[in-house]
């Protein structure tokens, strides 16, 4: 990591892409024009909307975090991407579903103007949607240097200066780690041998990370997560991030979790059900998918809660989650946790909560901060693994054998002390004695 001299001035334009223009990425594009018109606020982003103590309490030094750290204006930002239908955002942002038609209408122009690219899709790994703007390629290594031709015809064409990428697409089947994945020379080889092991994340990651684009994983698949891709990004000096948008249901386990277990509140079972009617949904009514999406959402609770240190209190725990399609929901996410607790002498306890909520709407700020950072990131000389921005994410991406850190309010100290670090400031460690010392 470097201090301040080293980072470069944001100049220029920032190309964000998107494989995926869905109910989040058009949500994301469509927030960012309306904030730019005045039309509503990008609440939720701590880029644009947060701000970072510097020094002391008692210095009063409270700046706005875009004023601290050299980040990219929303001004500055050019959208694209890929994706099977080819609706332009506009229309997919009309049949999503989620923000006011009046809304849409009004930046109708801007977002009618964005259509995406062919996508490259593999129907064994997405099974329960199809369309037709999918790439043709004869092998997976020929689908890499066809998204690498489309990343550097979009910087030339819409002469931007640096580029970003997030995974905003469906989440894939389950699938394990195999000996393909450990060097970046066996993972080459399985794309020229159309390898099935080799998932459209794992390409389009391969191809962002070659064309020196940082690439953060919005989904729980196995992605960039492997040696191969954590290797050939740090090779080429390319910041990469995942996993998982960390959004509804998880969001408040990572709430939740860190306040039961700072007070030493044991936990019996913690029962978590959702329903939800957007394409994620439809996507995450196959087996496969959920699977996947499952392994990341029982993470959460164990690296909150250490069980293995707390035996008496969470050793013995039940944690189930459910998800089921429902389409009347569309965008509209609902979730119930029932969490059985036990306290003083082992009296038992409930708490239950039904948390009604937009997905698309909490994914949003999620995009635009990692893009932001992830480009900072790349300014400052930063490569590979960012741990630092496990804020963002439900299985936040680690160096091999480094437990994750899944507590929400651990993961914001670590993200504000990085931003710190990077401009020469003195990290916060909140201890607070020198102030009755002195």
């Not at 066996?186 to 998932?199: D, G, K, M, V």
Request: proline residues 5%.
């Amino acid at each position: 990591m470097n201090s301040n001299q080293n980072i470069k001035n944001p100049e220029g334009k920032l190309g964000i892409l998107t494989p995926g223009m869905g109910a989040v990425s058009t949500t994301f594009i469509a927030g960012i024009f309306a904030a730019k018109k005045g039309l509503g606020k990008p609440i939720g982003s701590i880029s644009q909307m947060g701000k970072i103590r510097l020094g002391k309490r008692t210095d009063n030094r409270n700046p706005d975090v875009k004023d601290f750290v050299p980040l990219a204006s929303m001004n500055d930002m050019i959208f694209g991407g890929w994706d099977i239908f080819s609706e332009n955002t506009y229309d997919a942002s009309m049949r999503a579903g989620v923000l006011d038609k009046g809304l849409l209408y009004s930046i109708k122009d801007e977002m009618s103007a964005i259509k995406p690219m062919a996508a490259v899709f593999d129907h064994k790994f997405v099974k329960n949607i199809s369309g037709k703007n999918i790439k043709s390629e004869k092998t997976k290594m020929d689908s890499a240097n066809a998204l690498m031709a489309d990343i550097k015809k979009f910087k030339l064409d819409n002469n931007c200066n640096r580029m970003v990428m997030i995974w905003c697409a469906s989440t894939e089947v389950y699938t394990k780690e195999l000996e393909i994945h450990q060097t970046i020379e066996n993972f080459e080889t399985a794309l020229q041998e159309n390898h099935p092991a080799i998932s459209p994340s794992m390409i389009y990651a391969y191809a962002s990370i070659k064309s020196g684009v940082p690439f953060a994983n919005g989904a729980p698949n196995l992605t960039i997560d492997i040696p191969a891709l954590i290797e050939l990004a740090k090779q080429l000096n390319v910041p990469i991030a995942g996993k998982d948008f960390k959004t509804g249901q998880t969001l408040m386990k990572t709430i939740l979790g860190p306040g039961l277990k700072t007070r030493l509140i044991g936990i019996d079972g913690w029962f978590s059900t959702n329903i939800l009617g957007n394409r994620d949904g439809e996507v995450l009514d196959d087996a496969g998918a959920f699977k996947t999406k499952e392994v990341s959402k029982l993470s959460v609770l164990d690296s909150i809660l250490e069980p293995d240190k707390y035996p008496e209190l969470y050793k013995d725990m039940c944690h189930k989650v459910r998800i089921n399609y429902y389409p009347p929901k569309g965008d509209d996410k609902e979730s119930w946790d029932n969490i059985d607790i036990f306290g003083w002498l082992g009296y038992k306890m409930q708490i239950k909560v039904n948390f009604l909520c937009k997905d698309s709407i909490l994914a949003a700020p999620v995009v635009l901060d990692l893009a932001l950072f992830m480009d900072l990131a790349q300014r400052a000389n930063m490569k590979g693994i960012q741990e630092w921005l496990s804020f963002y994410f439900k299985s936040p991406q680690t160096k091999e054998g480094l437990e994750p850190i899944h507590d929400i309010f651990l993961q914001k100290v670590k993200l504000e002390n990085t931003l710190r670090y990077l401009m020469g400031e003195t990290l916060i460690t909140h201890l607070g004695l020198d102030y009755y010392e002195e």
